[in-house]
Nanobody
Framework: QVQLVESGGGLVQAGGSLRLSCVAS????????LAWFRQAPGKEHEFVAT????????HYDDSVRGRFTISRDNAKSTGYLQMNNLRPEDTGVYYC????????????????RGQGTQVTVSS
């Protein structure tokens, strides 16, 4: 199972930007789809974005499309989530996760998950 470690979270004002990173410990990272999820207090895990193993093929939730960009560097076994024009409703713990390339987009479809990094957006 791939081990994943997120970083880059923090406190930012509305309209600001953050870049999250996700470092994988196993070489199988390059053959797996990568996704970012988030969880606000008292809520379920919410899909944010996904990218296929080759880096071609990205999908975003409507709430972040045009503001967030998912990317990956397989040579570094690292995934990224660039978040621009942040809003208070983007606040939550952000998790990266991996799965086979042609699975679903729900939290339970991703069998390798990190511990999360907190993102707080103040108004």
């Amino acid at each position: 199972q791939v081990q994943l470690v997120e970083s880059g979270g923090g406190l930012v004002q509305a309209g600001g930007s953050l870049r999250l990173s996700c470092v994988a410990s196993e070489p199988t990272f390059s053959s797996r789809a990568l996704a970012w999820f988030r969880q606000a207090p008292g809520k379920e895990h919410e899909f944010v974005a996904t990218i296929r193993s080759t880096g071609i093929g990205k999908h975003y939730d409507d709430s972040v499309r045009g503001r967030f960009t998912i990317s990956r560097d397989n040579a570094k076994s690292t995934g990224y989530l660039q978040m621009n024009n942040l809003r208070p409703e983007d606040t939550g713990v952000y998790y990266c996760a991996t799965a086979s390339d042609y699975g679903g987009l729900s939290w339970t479809d991703f069998d390798s998950r990190g511990q999360g990094t907190q993102v707080t957006v103040s108004s």
